[in-house]
């Protein structure tokens, strides 16, 4: 089948190793479920921060804020840096800020200290997110790479869902300084595996000052969209006029020199599909995720011990299928296996539809289950075809779109959620219609891939000998 293939056009002939490297793959997969951790882990310990730093509720919302901030509007620029910089040097110095940020964030005396704190980790988790797929890429054959991405596709999500549970437990038996505290050890192990499995090939060097005029421009242009998102949810719809302000920035962005390595890439066949659907898999995931608890609570009267419970059972999906997704992309291809997890992902969100109160929470259970069955299949072999298609020289600046399509996703979700909500004066109805854009958008994302494209001819499996006999 024509555009059904794996093969690599630019990152898998160059790129490969003779041996693969998965201590490096599962050391990059640790670093993204630890940078995903903080994205939610510090929500459930906002009240503690609240009461032990006297501060008022609406300060504390900018302690979550403050590492998406980085996260999104850094990303791109990042992104391009690392591709002209040593992985090894990089990663090191991306680890150690982390782990530097995360041990002021835990002594943090008060939220200037902390917000501070917050901004940096998320400037090393826009370096993480960026390098982690082009060290996955690298690390293996291309015949093994959807297993590669297997792993981080599956523990990325797995930590931003699973991070509530986990701060939940380590404040009440630790303290809120923990959650921070948590992330020394991990970062450690981490550079250990680096050290040991990359070459030191190409020092370390600064950005030049044309990279700092692109960041600030598209940190205000990300800042102005994450306030609309943040200003809407909580005083009304009318400032989503304030999303309007990042495209005179965007605009002018696209004439500067370091767009070109974005532009060029999304001009790469088979690049844009894999964005698409990852912006919309990510969006629906964030509608659903924000607007099921509610849901739960209010129309089917179930407890917060059975919510927090059933609620799991989408990553737990996810944990089952997120390995097969990336071996049946190994051999079966990346964009069928893809479009397989997408039409799952979207059955189950449709089934949700119904949404009676007269549910229990079974009927919500195997629901959830499937779609996170659908979710965990459709990860890897989609990072998988971005990384795949993308140009050799360019596989951070992949990893870096990728991991702004999937934040920004995740940002827009509950903001729809809320708005459709609202406009039904936060009934049972509201609901339901947030599910049906959710459901749509993910069938849009099946399209985007069902549309892809690429120009070669090779099928992982008959590139590596699976299945020839």
Not at 55 to 76: C, K, R, S
Not at 162 to 170: E, N, Q, T
Not at 234 to 241: D, Q
Request: net charge neutral; aromatic share 8%; with cysteine.
């Amino acid at each position: 089948m024509v555009g059904e293939t794996d093969r690599p056009t630019g990152a898998g002939t160059q790129g490969g190793t003779e041996k693969d490297q998965w201590w490096l793959v599962i050391g990059a997969s640790l670093a993204v479920f630890m940078a995903s951790v903080d994205m939610s882990i510090v929500n459930v310990a906002l009240p503690a921060i609240e009461r032990d730093l006297g501060i008022g509720t609406n300060a504390t919302e900018w302690v979550v804020l403050a590492y998406l901030l980085p996260l999104a509007g850094l990303a791109l620029p990042t992104g391009r840096w690392l591709d002209t910089v040593g992985r090894r040097p990089a990663l090191i110095f991306s680890l150690t800020g982390f782990a530097l940020a995360s041990v002021v964030a835990g002594f943090s005396p008060n939220l200037t200290w902390l917000i501070g704190a917050r901004l940096l980790q998320g400037t090393s988790g826009a370096l993480l997110f960026s390098l982690v797929p082009a060290l996955a890429t690298t690390a293996v054959r291309p015949q093994a790479r959807g297993r590669a991405m297997g792993l981080i596709t599956t523990l990325g999500p797995l930590g931003l869902i699973s991070g509530p549970g986990l701060g939940g437990v380590i404040v009440d038996e630790l303290g809120w300084s923990w959650i921070f505290f948590v992330n020394v050890p991990v970062s450690v192990l981490v550079m250990a595996v680096g050290l040991r499995f990359l070459p030191s090939d190409r020092p370390l060097r600064a950005p030049d000052r044309a990279w700092f005029a692109e960041a600030l421009l598209l940190s205000a242009a990300v800042a102005a969209f994450l306030l609309a998102l943040t200003f809407t949810a909580s005083a009304g719809p009318v400032w989503m006029l304030l999303a309007l302000v990042p495209v005179p920035l965007l605009l002018v962005w696209l004439r500067m020199p370091g767009s070109g390595a974005v532009r060029g890439l999304l001009r790469a066949p088979g690049e844009v599909g894999p964005h698409l659907s990852l912006l919309g898999a990510a969006t629906a995931i964030g509608t659903v995720f924000f607007i099921t608890p509610y849901f739960m609570q209010r129309e089917m009267d179930i407890s917060v011990t059975a919510m927090g419970a059933t609620i799991l059972l989408f990553p737990a999906g996810m944990a089952v299928t997120g390995p097969i997704g990336g071996f049946l992309g190994d051999w079966w291809g990346s964009r069928r296996t893809a479009i397989l997890g997408a039409a799952m992902f979207t059955v189950g969100l449709a089934l949700l539809l119904p949404m009676d109160s007269t549910w229990d929470a079974n009927d919500l259970t195997w629901r959830l289950f499937l779609a996170g069955c659908g979710s965990g299949l459709f990860n890897a072999p989609n990072m998988a075809m971005a990384m795949t298609n993308a140009p050799t020289a360019l596989l951070a600046t992949t990893g870096s779109s990728t991991s702004l399509a999937r934040t920004m996703g995740f940002a827009l979700g509950p903001a729809l959620a809320t708005l459709l909500w609202s406009a039904s004066s936060y009934g049972s109805d509201g609901m339901r219609a947030a599910v049906t854009l959710a459901t749509a958008i993910s069938a849009l994302s099946v399209l985007a891939l069902v549309r892809t494209r690429v120009p070669n001819t090779v099928t992982p499996a008959a590139a590596s000998g699976i299945g020839s006999r």
